[in-house]
């Protein structure tokens, strides 16, 4: 089977690339813009050039800024209520991953009814959405090139994911000059999300070589940049390959998908609010150990790639190299190593290992095939 390769309506990239926001709404036209992002965005004075263009196309601003991190249902549904009692035709999500997924949820429900949980799952909304822009803040989620918005469930202490081509937005702008004052923990634990979905789509079951052009730059970008963009958040280049790498690795996500990490980082950040972007990062090295069966050539050019000297040595060790080449970047930028740093315990292995399973949409895009015995070793193994 072959898989559909999407891309947004139209992207701009690079450094300056907001500029480009009010010929892009001219074009659309609207009169009232809906405007999804969050307090920390607001604090970081990054509204204001946004309303700028949109004051220069026109339009007037609507703002919502109660997204939550890792937003759950009722918060999409308050956003949804708030979008309701305003005449707006036009939604922008600005910021990290959670006010992006929160205003393509909401666009979408502006023309399907009933809850965003009924459309969880591959393709289950019906009707287009209202058009929307989405402007990442963070570097890392990826969300603004995706066809997935993830929401926290908290009844069922899970993150769901609802996919569909109607998530793509019609705009897409990357501007590396809004993550300059990305504080380093969030460019660490984004970065690192990024690297994930770059390793997990390009080892995925579902990667094309469309798809591997993109992880494999994306790779090679991260990897050769994300500490630098840490230790030093002013450095436009750093940060401009950054937008780089994760808008490439975004892309490939969303055509090739992820797999076992973000599996298991489901249940964990439902069940102990650990954030998308430390758990990946934290689970990548264990899983990727235990995924070098599944495809030694790719995690040996993922080694290289990440600048680990993989001559004269066998392929079987080569691809050992990508494991300890993600396991030092994320010492080195101060990503926590251990599940047990966020109160996890051994006995809360077996029941998150079963929650992890059943997200069935990622675990079978996993390039090994793994049991549940195997998923409690990964995660014995992250324990402590
Ligand atoms: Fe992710």
Same mark, same amino acid.
């Given at each position: 089977m072959v898989n559909p390769f999407t891309l947004p309506g139209v992207c701009y990239f690079g450094s300056g690339a907001l500029e480009n926001l009010s010929g892009e709404l001219e074009y659309f036209n609207p009169k009232r813009i809906f405007l999804v992002s969050d307090h920390g965005v607001s604090s970081a004075g990054l509204i204001a050039p946004v309303k700028e263009q949109i004051k220069e196309a026109g339009a007037e601003t609507v703002e919502f800024f109660e997204t939550e991190a890792e937003p759950s249902v009722e918060n999409v549904h308050l956003?949804?209520?708030?979008? +309701?009692? /305003?005449?707006?035709?036009?939604?922008?999500? $600005?910021?990290?991953g959670s006010p992006l997924d929160v205003a393509k949820a909401v666009s979408v429900l502006a023309t399907n009814d009933g809850s965003i949980l009924d459309y969880a799952g591959i393709e289950m909304i019906p009707n287009k959405g209202i058009p929307k822009a989405l402007i990442p803040t963070t570097s890392g989620t990826g969300s603004e090139v995706t066809k997935n918005a993830i929401i926290t469930d908290k009844k069922a202490q899970l993150k769901k994911g609802v996919v569909s081509r109607y998530l793509l937005p019609e705009v897409a702008i990357v501007d590396s000059k809004l993550t300059l004052?990305?504080?380093?923990? $969030?460019? *660490?634990a984004t970065g690192m999300d990024a690297l994930t979905h770059?390793?997990?789509?390009?080892?995925?079951? +579902?990667?094309?070589? /469309?798809?591997?052009?993109?992880?494999?730059k994306a790779v090679e970008?991260?990897?050769?940049?994300?500490? +630098?963009a840490v230790a030093y958040g002013s450095d436009h280049r750093a940060r401009e390959n950054m937008a780089l790498g994760i808008v490439f690795a975004g892309i490939s996500l969303a055509n090739a998908g992820v797999g076992a990490v973000h599996a298991i980082a489901y249940p964990l950040g439902g069940k102990f609010g650990m954030t998308h972007g430390v758990t990946n990062a934290l689970l990548l090295p264990y899983v990727m150990k235990c995924n070098l069966v599944?495809?030694?050539?790719? =995690?040996?050019?993922?080694?290289?790639?990440?600048?680990?000297?993989?001559?004269?040595?066998?392929?079987?060790?080569?691809?050992?190299?990508?494991?300890? *080449?993600? =396991?030092?970047?994320?010492q080195d930028i101060g990503i926590p190593q251990k599940l047990s740093q966020f109160g996890v315990k051994k006995d809360d292995v077996p029941e998150l290992a079963e929650a992890a399973m059943n997200v069935t949409r990622l675990m079978g895009n996993n390039p090994k095939v793994l049991c549940l015995e195997e998923v409690k070793e990964i995660m014995s193994e992250a324990l402590d």
């Open positions: 956003c949804m209520e708030k979008f +309701k009692e /305003q005449d707006c035709d036009f939604i922008i999500g $600005l910021g990290g004052t990305l504080p380093p923990a $969030l460019t *660490a770059a390793i997990e789509s390009y080892t995925a079951p +579902k990667a094309s070589p /469309q798809t591997d052009i993109y992880a494999l970008l991260i990897s050769s940049n994300l500490r +630098k599944g495809d030694l050539e790719k =995690f040996a050019r993922i080694a290289k790639l990440m600048g680990e000297n993989t001559e004269g040595k066998t392929l079987r060790e080569q691809a050992k190299l990508s494991c300890k *080449a993600v =396991f030092e970047l994320s």
